[in-house]
């Protein structure tokens, strides 16, 4: 007979399409299957610390209905690390970057959870791999819709970030056409371009800028050029947030000091868009997606890749593989350790077929 009786469920990290159908997966899994009580820990490991009610029973029940919804029903927090926490006591008095993992552990044993899937990002995993050297017994499942985690094949959220994306650029591709404007499109995708490659691919897109491939503007310009020569006289440019010029840097938007990755893209596609209006003698204009792309229904793919990674998690920890993360390998689920898996990110690669195919069917990358 396993240890294992009660389990605990937390997302944590910005939110992603598909969180809410890990949720329900882990939990139908962990009753259903292993007849396992499940407790959900409201926003992330503030709701660890904090313990009391950030502590809820998840049934059947509450699990229904939110397969198809974005979001989390557990709530979220991008700040908190138990391991470096800031916080303000009863008494109003300020405690700075404190180790308070110990209450963290204490809050799971209080409320009798033996076991956790954590679900959440490199922030939120690099927590979770210390929480299971200091003994918890966790699983973590990978989510953004960056697509950029090395271990993992795809990650949940991905395919609905993109979907969105495409079905922005087909509707901006209306104005463009009607009104002979150049409209570049920015997507998210921090450091990595795989959101706005395929949704270039997928949109028909003339041009797409992406991190890995450091642009020249004029190039975007003479391909819009090119285009008009032959009669088009539109184009879509899809930019990725993370894009940056040959000489030059990434744009920043914000500054989150007391976020453990402080930088936020965003202001590309105004910059890109200003430029070719310059050169291209047609009007240029922005539009910028943002979290639109992290919002909405979630894709039939999502929901089934974050169903297989719940019910996965829940069939790992019942047979004792802890401290690792659930990973999609080819088409198959495996496993890598937390150890290995946290600070590895991929990126396009020049000889994948990603910029394989938007290089052959004539997408300007700017190069
Ligand atoms: O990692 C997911 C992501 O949406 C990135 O694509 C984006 O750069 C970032 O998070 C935005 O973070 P926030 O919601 O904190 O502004």
């Given at each position: 007979m396993s240890e294992i009786k009660r389990i605990g469920v937390m997302t944590a990290g910005g939110d992603c399409p598909?969180?809410?159908a890990v949720i329900r997966a882990v939990t139908k899994t962990a009753i259903q299957k292993y007849g396992l009580e499940?407790?959900?820990?409201?926003?992330?490991y503030r709701g660890l610390f904090l313990g009391g009610d950030e502590f809820v029973n998840l049934t059947l029940d509450k699990v229904s209905g939110i397969i198809s919804k974005g979001g989390t029903i557990l709530y979220s927090s991008n700040k908190d690390n138990l391991f470096d926490y800031t916080y303000t006591d009863e008494k109003g008095v300020e405690h700075k970057n404190v180790d308070m993992s110990d209450v963290g552990v204490e809050n799971l044993k209080k409320a009798g959870i033996d076991a956790?899937?954590?679900i959440g990002g490199d922030g939120t995993l690099t927590s979770g791999r210390d929480f299971a050297r200091k003994g918890v017994k966790v699983i973590g499942v990978p989510k953004t819709i960056d697509n950029d985690l090395a271990a993992t094949e795809t990650t949940f959220g991905f395919d609905t970030a993109v979907a969105t994306a495409t079905e922005s650029i087909d509707r901006l591709r209306t104005t463009a056409e009607s009104h002979s404007r150049v409209i570049v499109v920015e997507v998210m995708g921090r450091y990595a371009g795989f959101i706005g490659i395929a949704s270039a691919i997928a949109g028909g897109c003339d041009a797409c800028l992406i991190p890995e491939v450091p642009y020249d503007i004029n190039k975007v310009a003479d391909a819009?050029?090119?285009n008009r020569a032959r009669g088009k006289n539109f184009g879509l440019v899809v930019v990725a947030e993370g894009a940056k010029p040959k000489d030059g840097e990434?744009?920043?938007s914000k500054v989150v000091e007391d976020s453990p990755d402080p930088i936020r893209l965003g202001g590309i596609g105004t910059v890109v868009a200003d430029q070719l209006e310059k050169l291209v003698g047609l009007e240029c204009r922005a539009t910028i997606l943002g979290h639109v792309q992290r919002g909405g229904t979630t894709t039939a793919n999502d929901r089934i890749?974050?169903?297989r990674y719940g019910t996965y998690a829940v069939d790992l920890l019942m047979e004792g593989k802890?401290?690792?993360m659930v990973a999609l390998k080819g088409a198959e689920l495996g496993y890598e350790s937390l150890e290995n898996v946290i600070g590895a990110n991929k990126a396009v690669e020049e000889d994948g077929y990603w910029l394989k195919t938007a290089r052959n069917i004539g997408i300007c990358m700017g190069d």
């Open positions: 598909g969180l809410n499940v407790v959900g820990i409201k926003h992330g956790m899937v954590i819009i050029k090119a990434v744009v920043v890749l974050s169903t802890f401290g690792n």
